[in-house]
């Protein structure tokens, strides 16, 4: 079964969050299709490991971000999860890493895929990737085409392009891009443009919604459960740190003799009380952000991902 798109009360789409300021986007393609170059060109620094190599040099999904128009802008550089070497649990442990930070859900997937050399083996993991996120997903798809020409144009080239990708064209209702990850300057920032803003197009037409199923469900409740649960503590923590600080300096106060020194003293504990307070305010607003860190969480939603789903059915109903 694909990804559900639900109404109230049960709607899994929706704005209400307040990480839908982010701008999600999943890079996903074959080994040496150009994933973690292409992500640096549109993060205009290099976050990602990035070689022409037929060995996947990401070994394990990385995150960066950047700035579009006020907005986030969060990409995930899969490694070759799609590879058909790749062993399934291998790709369920990796697909939760993807999950984790891009919870609770994604707003575009951008396959990356080379132009030159579109070998049965790169049809064959784009295959893989498609059935593995199922029909609904593929409102959400963006077909990022790696620009290795040599100068030629490339509509001249897709006249005598391979029929898949003038079929994966069509699937994708001409949402591509043509990427040169040598470019700089102007050509880099154009095509970050053209990139980004395609892919704020598609979110405007999914009317906001992001791209999700019952496993990002899953992981999105157990986030909040762990996220809520470190808050408690960290009340916890400053209660009792607050109750010490209040017994110490009332001992020292108690010991006073001068009124004056007193008060003085009454005002640094005040002071020092109203501190603690605003830290554990900022600690609460980074609870979710501490909970991504750990990497117990990855353990966490995997075995709750594990119990229940196969590896063909992480990113479908």
């Known amino acids: 079964m694909a ?6 009360p049960r709607t899994r789409h929706r704005l209400a969050n307040p990480r839908d300021s982010q701008l999600r986007l999943v890079l996903v393609g074959k080994t040496g299709a150009g994933k973690s170059a292409t992500a640096n060109s549109f993060l205009k620094e290099k976050v990602f490991l990035s070689s022409f190599s037929a060995v996947s040099i990401t ?8 700035t579009w128009k006020g907005r986030e802008v969060f990409i995930v ?11 399934d649990p291998e790709t369920r442990k990796e697909i939760t890493r993807c999950m984790v930070p891009t919870s609770p859900g994604l707003h575009a ?3 990356v ?3 030159v050399r579109y070998m049965p083996e790169d049809q064959k993991a784009t295959e893989k990737i498609l059935t593995m996120f199922g029909e609904r997903a593929k ?8 620009d290795d020409l040599a100068g030629m144009d490339f509509h001249d080239y897709l006249k005598h392009a391979a029929t898949t990708i003038q079929e994966l064209i069509r699937e994708f209702r001409d949402r591509y891009c043509v990427v040169n990850n040598k470019a700089t300057g102007a050509e880099q920032e154009n095509q970050r443009e053209q990139l980004l803003a395609l892919a704020q197009d598609v979110v405007n037409k999914c009317k906001g919604r992001y791209y999700t199923n019952s496993q990002y469900q899953k992981t999105k409740e157990e986030i909040q ?3 809520q649960a470190l808050q408690e503590n960290y009340r916890e923590e400053l209660e009792r740190a607050k109750a010490q600080i209040k017994q110490e300096f009332k001992e020292e106060i108690r010991k006073l003799k001068d009124e004056l020194e007193q008060q003085k003293r009454k005002a640094e504990m005040e002071r020092r009380l109203a501190e ?8 609460q607003q980074t609870a979710r952000d501490d909970v991504l860190s750990q990497n117990k969480i990855l353990e966490i939603i995997f075995i709750l991902l594990e119990a229940a789903s196969f590896v063909f059915s992480l990113f479908k109903d």
């Open 3 to 8: 990804a559900q798109y639900l109404s109230k």
């Open 59 to 66: 070994k394990h999904c990385n995150k960066g971000s950047s």
């Open 77 to 87: 550089d899969s490694p070759g999860l799609f590879d058909m070497k790749v062993s």
């Open 109 to 111: 997937l951008l396959l």
């Open 113 to 115: 895929i080379p132009l």
């Open 139 to 146: 409102e959400h798809m963006i077909a990022l085409f790696k």
């Open 225 to 227: 459960e762990q996220t």
């Open 276 to 283: 603690m307070e605003a830290h554990r305010v900022s600690r």
